[in-house]
């Protein structure tokens, strides 16, 4: 019997409410470059020779307004389904991923990005296409470029751990489909989660699984707090 072909689909994260930002509105929708900060990296997955589907995720009562400005108004084909998020990160990842549960073949991948990545570049979608394909789980990181300190919580240092050895997690992060739904629903199941910021962090608490990582680049930044955002020109 002929498989059915894996399909390699993004989920994009855009239900934050983008507090450090401190902004009226969610971070997700401020212009740059006189473009729904979102778009950029739709785009980016739009073009994509990867990326099959875009699931986008939203905030609670945005889908009607992210349907008709963003995905109708740019005419995005990839974009299958738009969803609320949750409260967490964590929560809106596992929306996406229940809902594609029975929804695609068990042998597809999901490459999950923060919406606030604008900078997102194909050949970083090329390389974890190589890697997850071979390895099953990775995700885009840089070296990092400063040492690092750790505090106790007076502010006095504790220790320096070996620079060579400490990279800083970018999105996207790659999975075999099944591997990181189930690695999800076991963590949500036992409420393990406190302080979980990333989806590569889900497998290191499940155990079981080695997650790579694949070269990033120092462009692929997330937009967090006001001096990230490039004033627009006039
Ligand atoms: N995100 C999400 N659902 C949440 C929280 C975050 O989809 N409940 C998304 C954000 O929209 C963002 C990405 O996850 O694209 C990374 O999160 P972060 O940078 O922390 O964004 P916010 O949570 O919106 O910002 P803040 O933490 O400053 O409130
Ligand atoms: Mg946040």
Not at 40 to 63: F, K, P, W
Not at 150 to 156: A, K, L, N, Y
Request: with cysteine.
């Amino acid at each position: 019997m002929k498989e059915e072909k894996a399909l390699h689909i993004a989920i994009v994260l855009a239900a934050g409410k983008g507090r450090r930002m401190n902004r009226e509105i969610p971070k997700q929708y401020l212009l740059l470059n006189g473009k729904p900060l979102v778009c950029h990296c739709l785009e980016a997955l739009e073009a994509s020779r990867r990326i099959d589907q875009i699931l986008l995720v939203v905030g609670a009562g945005e889908t009607e307004y992210v349907k008709r400005e963003l995905v109708e108004a740019y005419s995005y084909q990839k974009v299958a389904a738009i969803l609320e998020g949750g409260a967490e990160r964590y929560d809106s990842v596992s929306h996406a991923l229940e809902y594609l549960d029975g929804r695609i073949p068990e042998t597809s991948y999901v490459y999950i990005h923060d919406g606030a990545r604008p900078y997102l570049e194909e050949d970083l979608l090329e390389r974890l296409y190589q890697m997850v394909c071979r390895e099953g789980a990775c995700i885009a990181a840089v070296p990092v470029k400063d040492t690092i300190k750790q505090v106790d919580e007076e502010g006095t240092i504790q220790e320096t751990p070996e620079r060579s050895r400490l990279w800083m997690a970018q999105t996207p992060q790659a999975f075999s489909y099944p591997l990181i739904r189930d690695a999800y629903r076991k963590l949500l199941a036992e409420g393990r989660t406190e302080g979980l910021t990333d989806d590569a962090q889900v497998l290191e608490r499940t155990g079981g699984q080695a997650v790579r990582v694949v070269e990033g680049s120092y462009r692929n930044q997330k937009i967090t707090t006001p001096e990230d955002l490039p004033l627009e020109k006039k």
